[in-house]
């Protein structure tokens, strides 16, 4: 399958009840709102997908993983209803990978910034690199990480959180991560992380996919409030994005 977009594209593989989420833009793979409508689509086809049994979610390159949201196109927002899109762009990824059948297993080779942090705390099992630091940076552009929230404290915990969210300028390193479970498995290089990570996806894939789809179901309970949740929270980044502190903010940070 291949989903192409104006900005950026989708591609996907499948091999071995294997399938390879690959997404790629220019700008430190970062998300504009049709490449958010193309992973979501790939994500419910896989769902429904029984060839498959495991979804590997990466991006391309050996630089950053994601850079979030696409700053060209917030910029461009000039209306709530148009800014609660956007960022519902976010929420529909993140209800998509928790109400997938299949696990889904993250490849994090590089930096994640804002939304990159949500779609690594939203796989289910993350393998990373020394080079995959964190950063929620939204606060210090006048908006904030609520979309991705609840994936996030429910990986790391409303403690590791709210370090990350007020802490917007600064880096938290893979370790500080990996020690507060945003990354499974930590790998001092990409060789050695994809090694492990094909020899891992293969013992998954050869499990009973009823088990896989059950335990999937355990590991995401009490979260099927997150249908309406995150479309609120989308509501409020909608907002504050139109403010004038968000608008000199982003035109600043862009410089």
Known sequence: MN???QNGFITTTIDNKIAIITFSHPASNSFPSN???DLTGELNLLSENESV???ILKSSGNGAFCAGASFDELLSIDNFDDGKL???GFANVINAMRTCKKIIIGRIQGKAVGGGVGLVS???YVFATDNASVKLSEI?????PFVIEPAVS???GKTAMSQLTLAAHDWKNAKWAFENGLYSELFTSIEDLDSTLTVFASKLASYNPEALQ???KVFWENTSHWDVLLYDRAAISGKLVLSEFTKNALSAFKK
């Not at 210090?140 to 904030?144: C, D, E, V």
Request: glycine share 8%; charged share 25%.
């Open 86 to 88: 956007f960022f519902s």
């Open 154 to 156: 429910r990986k790391i």
């Open 140 to 144: 210090a552009i006048g908006i904030g």
């Open 35 to 37: 490449l958010l409508k």
């Open 122 to 124: 939203a796989c289910d």
């Open 214 to 216: 059950e335990m999937k």
């Open 53 to 55: 049994s495991v979804i």
């Open 3 to 5: 989903a192409l977009s």
